[in-house]
Nanobody
Framework: QVQLVESGGGLVQAGGSLRLSCASS????????MGWYRQSQGKQRELVAT??????TYGDSVKGRFSIYRDSAKRTVDLQMNNLKPEDSAVYFC?????????????WGQGTQVTVSS
């Protein structure tokens, strides 16, 4: 069973920065993709950023402000968040995917809270 553990969340003022980290119990290149999603109260979980062998994708609301990185030696995928806004406040989840026999298999972390004050 894969374990994903997020860290780095916290409270920050608008305009500030945070760096989230997701540590995997398995080598990250064993996954077809890894990424970050977020969910705020009363809203659906949404894509923040993903990274895969072909490149990276970002949600429209974070383009130009957030960057996703991976470090195979550390087995981590980090999310650098700059120019944070109050609407970025949410629980941020790390996700990993691998191809399954019938469907893609997903692994999720427990989440880390990010709160941006105005």
């Amino acid at each position: 069973q894969v374990q994903l553990v997020e860290s780095g969340g916290g409270l920050v003022q608008a305009g500030g920065s945070l760096r989230l980290s997701c540590a995997s119990s398995r080598g990250i290149f064993s996954f077809s993709a890894m990424g970050w999603y977020r969910q705020s109260q009363g809203k659906q979980r949404e894509l923040v950023a993903t990274i895969f062998n072909g490149g990276r994708t970002y949600g429209d609301s974070v383009k130009g402000r957030f960057s996703i990185y991976r470090d195979s030696a550390k087995r981590t995928v980090d999310l650098q968040m700059n120019n944070l806004k109050p609407e970025d406040s949410a629980v941020y989840f790390c996700k990993a995917e691998e191809p399954g026999t019938l469907r893609t298999v997903e692994f999720w972390g427990q989440g880390t809270q990010v709160t941006v004050s105005s």
